[in-house]
């Protein structure tokens, strides 16, 4: 019997079943507002245009992180590579200021106010920064579209994936 075949199982979970199959690169978003630190993995993002240079992300409004989010307007989003799994795996065991004592965590500083003191993560692939110009509420989550700002690093080395609830690698196929 196939997964749609089957009545037991709700609609929500089947769509997250099938929808495991869905690599992607793992990112972690973090704000700052009043000193109070939160980070996430995140894995609901993706580009939406060049021009102007912007994404989405979006957040659970359950999520710890999403009252921080939604008071700072701004946020960093670094994308996490293949030799920083032990700090995905420890940002998914731990919640508020215990996911910032693994990783190489940095306060942003560029002279514009909007994502000054915003935290990220130093040796990620990159790390953009972003002021939220427009969100959506949908379901059990805010969409979040942020205008990036500014960019740190340039996505060089090989990124951290997930797809299938686990974390791996980028692996050539062919020649």
Same mark, same amino acid.
């Given at each position: 019997?196939?997964?749609? +075949?089957? &009545? @037991? $199982?709700? %609609?929500?979970?089947?769509?997250?079943?099938?929808?495991?199959? +869905?690599?992607?690169?793992?990112?972690?978003?973090?704000?700052?507002?009043?000193?109070?630190?939160?980070?996430? =993995?995140?894995?609901?993002?993706?580009? !939406?245009?060049?021009?102007?240079?912007?994404?989405?992300?979006?957040? #659970?409004? #359950?999520?710890?992180?999403?009252?921080? =989010?939604?008071?700072?307007?701004?946020?960093?989003?670094?994308? =996490?590579?293949?030799?920083?799994? /032990? %700090?995905?795996? &420890?940002?998914?065991?731990?919640?508020?200021?215990?996911?910032? $004592?693994?990783?190489?965590?940095? !306060? &942003?500083?560029?002279? @514009? /106010?909007? $994502? @000054?003191?915003?935290?990220?993560?130093?040796?990620?692939?990159?790390?953009?920064?972003?002021?939220?110009?427009?969100?959506? @509420?949908?379901?059990?989550?805010? $969409?979040?579209?942020?205008? !990036?700002?500014?960019?740190?690093?340039?996505?060089?080395?090989?990124?951290?994936?997930?797809?299938?609830?686990?974390?791996g690698q980028f692996r050539a196929v062919g020649g």
């Amino acid at each position: 019997m196939t997964l749609a +075949m089957r &009545h @037991d $199982i709700s %609609l929500a979970e089947r769509f997250r079943t099938a929808w495991r199959g +869905m690599g992607s690169t793992v990112a972690v978003v973090a704000a700052e507002k009043d000193g109070r630190r939160q980070a996430m =993995l995140a894995t609901s993002v993706a580009s !939406v245009s060049l021009d102007p240079p912007s994404l989405l992300v979006c957040v #659970n409004r #359950n999520a710890s992180m999403y009252a921080t =989010l939604a008071a700072r307007g701004a946020f960093s989003l670094s994308l =996490l590579a293949a030799r920083q799994e /032990p %700090l995905a795996h &420890h940002l998914a065991k731990h919640s508020g200021e215990a996911r910032f $004592i693994e990783g190489d965590w940095q !306060v &942003h500083r560029s002279g @514009d /106010p909007c $994502i @000054d003191g915003l935290p990220w993560l130093c040796g990620a692939l990159a790390s953009v920064f972003c002021r939220i110009e427009d969100s959506l @509420d949908y379901g059990t989550h805010r $969409i979040h579209v942020g205008r !990036v700002l500014a960019v740190s690093g340039d996505g060089t080395c090989d990124p951290l994936l997930h797809g299938g609830g686990r974390f791996g690698q980028f692996r050539a196929v062919g020649g």
